[in-house]
């Protein structure tokens, strides 16, 4: 008879082992949402789930912005993600493969389109001296433009 109820008191415990650490009565992470599994006992969590990669997906997680110039915003894990801030330019461009960079001048604007820290090169081989075109990107402090978009628009006249 003991013997029974040792093995009845052992099930019994390794049901609500189980239960208790299943995530059957849980909060989910589901496309960075936190979706109610079952009927949970603790309430919904604060903390954002999912992974952050961007500066936008960082603000809507519901972390800080640190007001800065360009804001910064810190995920979980410590990750800083920094707002990219564009600039569009427009002229007329000159001295294109004249000059000891991967650049050219937009009017008296040194536009980079490769070689710049983390970004990515943009393809300029149908631009010429003498066409108009609109560039999108960032000012450096050393007064370069880091273009990330070069459009060759029609004539300019």
């Not at 081989?125 to 050393?142: C, L, W």
Request: glycine letters at 6%; aromatic letters at 10%.
């Amino acid at each position: 008879m003991k013997r029974i109820l040792v093995i009845i008191l052992i099930v019994v415990l390794a049901i609500l082992l189980i239960k208790t650490l299943s995530q059957e009565d849980d909060w989910i992470c589901v496309d960075n949402d936190w979706i109610k599994h079952g009927y949970p006992s603790a309430p919904k969590p604060t903390e954002p789930c999912g992974t952050i990669d961007s500066f936008e997906e960082c603000i809507a997680a519901g972390f800080p912005v640190m007001e800065s110039y360009p804001r910064q915003c810190r995920g979980a894990e410590g990750n800083l993600f920094v707002e990219e801030i564009y600039t569009e330019i427009s002229g007329i461009v000159s001295l294109k493969g004249e000059l000891f960079c991967p650049c050219f001048l937009v009017d008296d604007v040194e536009v980079w389109h490769d070689l710049m820290e983390g970004k990515p090169a943009v393809d300029v081989s149908d631009i010429n001296n003498g066409d108009f075109v609109i560039a999108k990107g960032e000012f450096q402090e050393n007064e370069q433009f880091w273009a990330t978009i070069i459009l060759k628009e029609n004539a300019h006249e």
